[in-house]
T-cell receptor, first 112, second 111 residues
Framework: EDQVTQSPEALRLQEGESSSLNCSYTVSGLRGLFWYRQDPGKGPEFLFTLYSAGEEKEKERLKATLTKKESFLHITAPKPEDSATYLCAVLTIYNQGGKLIFGQGTELSVKP | DVKVTQSSRYLVKRTGEKVFLECVQDMDHENMFWYRQDPGLGLRLIYFSYDVKMKEKGDIPEGYSVSREKKERFSLILESASTNQTSMYLC??????????FGSGTRLTVV
């Protein structure tokens, strides 16, 4: 069964304290791994797509990496505005199209 | 930018009412999806559609139905709303085999 597990469930950081979020997956044929950011009361906002092991993507203080079994979202010198829930999802092929399977998310809180 | 528009941000409905949640996308995407999101349970797929007039059940379809008469519009229907359907409902669209673009969500409260 395809499965995505994120850890930790919640993470509290001080401003400037770098850390990483983990997303481990078991899927029969990875077609892509996606990271989203979600602010309270809003829809998820796309951050990155990774397709193959060894691939890395960066955006401001965020960097996503991918191995054959997991992905990491590294946050360097975070700021309070980085506080949000970060969702990881893997793309599987289903019938004529693709379907994303989501992890439970990591709730990040950055204190000034 | 792709836009996915959900018709309402907040809705309050009574138990037993028939409820329609509307979603429109403007980028000619083939795929459209309806999720609900609840604390501790994450995103759960209700229904999805790969083409006009085509629908597939997700993980939790009970109590819901959908309609896709036009490519750009995907409607979620709660046949007889119940309090356990109080939730955040998220619509998304995507090209054939790619990631999703989400709408802003509809927070539905059933009283």
């Amino acid at each position: 069964e395809d499965q995505v597990t994120q850890s930790p469930e919640a993470l509290r950081l001080q401003e400037g304290e770098s850390s990483s979020l983990n997303c481990s997956y078991t899927v029969s044929g990875l077609r892509g791994l996606f990271w989203y950011r979600q602010d309270p009361g809003k829809g998820p906002e796309f951050l990155f797509t990774l397709y193959s092991a060894g691939e890395e993507k960066e955006k401001e203080r965020l960097k996503a990496t991918l191995t054959k079994k997991e992905s990491f979202l590294h946050i360097t010198a975070p700021k309070p505005e980085d506080s949000a829930t970060y969702l990881c999802a893997v793309l599987t092929i289903y019938n004529q199209g693709g379907k994303l399977i989501f992890g439970q998310g990591t709730e990040l809180s950055v204190k000034p | 930018d792709v836009k996915v528009t959900q018709s309402s941000r907040y809705l309050v409905k009574r138990t037993g009412e028939k409820v329609f949640l509307e979603c429109v996308q403007d980028m000619d995407h083939e795929n459209m999806f309806w999720y609900r999101q609840d604390p501790g349970l994450g995103l759960r797929l209700i229904y999805f559609s790969y083409d006009v007039k085509m629908k597939e059940k997700g993980d939790i379809p009970e109590g819901y139905s959908v309609s896709r008469e036009k490519k750009e519009r995907f409607s979620l229907i709660l046949e007889s709303a119940s309090t356990n359907q109080t939730s955040m409902y998220l619509c998304a669209s995507s090209p054939q085999t790619s990631g999703y673009t989400f709408g802003s969500g509809t927070r539905l409260t059933v009283v």
